[in-house]
């Protein structure tokens, strides 16, 4: 790695309530930044940059009206272009999936990271902007970057069968989590888990309100639960998004207005104390790219049922309980499993903190440069020698790394060993296809 390596990263959504993209945005920025070795950055910046604005030393451009999705994906490819080559940059790097580079970047390198490929996948599920980026844009533009990093094994086999990218232009790279992640003391949980009126001791789901996020069929699960007995508050943290209504009415037709808690967004300073304060963490969604939820609940010490479809079996290994997402009465079980039993919920707690050690966004930062170097040094050194021109004419001597030894590896600095892939999950260049049967929701 050298420092001369410079990256033009795109950043997008970073001025709302963080979905999971603009968190994997803002961790990938800020690991970068923290590595020693680190690569110069320039934020190509869709509206505001959020709290990366306190970093004094990244140089920051703006892609003027593109901070909403249509301008971003229509004038966004005319902007980047131009920027790439003002900023002098090698590598142009779009984390956010959107691909607006259909015109290239002026001859920089091009990686985008495609988080998941939901509307190929689940379709029906998406809203109709997504669809047509998804089904109609990505097919097209896709297959004219240099390189494509995705966060599972799962999402790098869908993106080979659906968006026809050869195989060996997918790299996967698992996201990390974040270190303020961490079990909070007990005083400290109940403090923040007071501030949204939660009392300590709660079922817990975080997560977009959406409808494929499985909110119906988990509904459904606790219901159950409350005819065995149980008394604990299913908590929802996350915002309303598409067809929420649906579960709100699902809500009212199983009488759990007094029983189920939507706490709306919650900020991540207060999360992992949210987390903490919880006896049990569920997510049975039925299609993840990664699920950074389940593996935040797990750095926090908070045992966890979750859905064993798509990439979630990646991400929580052995130490969750995994359930078929369409099956409500399984659910039920599992999670009466967990809340009956201390032993149980002991046992998920070290498994998880263990399992969640694994992950850890500096490693996510020096695969990801792993893979800058490999498209530089791979496909050419054209917006080098154009570099190295115009620099080296203002007295500079500017060098990007040109030979890899191709294959993406662990560096000789760090441990950059991904997590144990479960056999079920393992794939190739081909889809396989474990997906449960979809019944309809009752």
């Known amino acids: 790695m050298t420092s001369r390596l410079k990256v033009a990263l795109l950043t997008y959504a970073l001025d709302r309530p963080l979905s999971g993209i603009g968190r994997y945005t803002l961790e990938l920025v800020r690991a970068l930044v923290r590595l020693k070795d680190r690569p110069q950055l320039v934020l190509l910046a869709a509206g505001n940059v959020g709290t990366l604005a306190e970093a004094s030393d990244l140089q920051r451009v703006s892609l003027l009206a593109c901070s909403r999705l249509p301008g971003l994906v229509t004038l966004g490819n005319v902007l980047i272009p131009f920027l790439a080559r003002r900023s002098r940059a090698n590598v142009v790097h779009d984390p956010t999936g959107v691909t607006p580079l259909f015109f290239g970047a002026d001859g920089a390198r091009t ?20 669809t047509l980026i998804y089904r109609r844009w990505l097919p097209r533009v896709l297959p004219r970057v240099d390189a494509v990093i995705t966060d599972s094994e799962t999402s790098r086999a869908d993106i080979v069968r659906y968006l026809r990218i050869a195989a060996d232009k997918v790299t996967m790279i698992y996201p990390g989590v974040s270190p303020a992640y961490g079990p909070v003391s007990p005083q400290q949980a109940t403090t923040v888990a007071a501030r949204y009126d939660l009392a300590a001791g709660y079922i817990l789901f ?13 509904l459904r699960a606790y219901a159950q639960l409350q005819q065995r007995g149980e008394r604990r508050p299913l908590v929802v943290v996350g915002a309303r998004k598409w067809k929420y209504s649906r579960i709100m009415q699902t809500v009212e037709e199983l009488d759990l207005q007094q029983r189920v808690i939507f706490a709306g ?90 399992r969640a050690k694994h992950f850890s966004w500096e490693k996510t930062a020096r695969q990801t440069i792993e893979v800058y170097e490999k498209v530089l040094g791979v496909i050419g050194t054209r917006r080098t020698q154009r570099t190295e021109a115009t620099e080296g004419a203002e007295g500079a001597e500017p060098t ?38 979809r019944p309809a929701i009752p």
């Open 111 to 130: 990686v985008v990271t495609v988080h998941d490929v939901f509307a190929w996948s689940f379709p029906g599920h998406s809203t109709l902007l997504d």
């Open 206 to 218: 975080v997560g977009s309100v959406e409808e494929r996020k499985n909110l119906r069929r988990l």
């Open 265 to 354: 967004y919650v900020p991540d300073a207060d999360l992992p104390a949210i987390y903490s304060a919880a006896d049990l963490f569920v997510f049975p969604s039925l299609y993840e790219g990664f699920g950074l939820p389940p593996l935040e609940a797990m750095a926090c010490g908070t045992p966890v049922v979750c859905s064993h479809a798509a990439s979630l079996p990646e991400v929580v290994g052995d130490a969750a309980i995994t359930v078929d997402p369409y099956d409500v009465q399984g659910l039920a079980e599992a999670m009466h499993r967990v809340l009956a039993d201390s032993d149980l919920r002991d046992e998920l707690r070290h498994k998880g903190l263990a």
């Open 400 to 437: 990007v790394p040109t030979e890899t030894t191709g294959a993406i590896g662990p560096t000789e600095t760090t441990d950059t060993t991904q997590p144990a892939i479960p056999p079920a999950c393992q794939r190739g260049g081909s889809q396989i296809n474990t997906r449960p049967k």
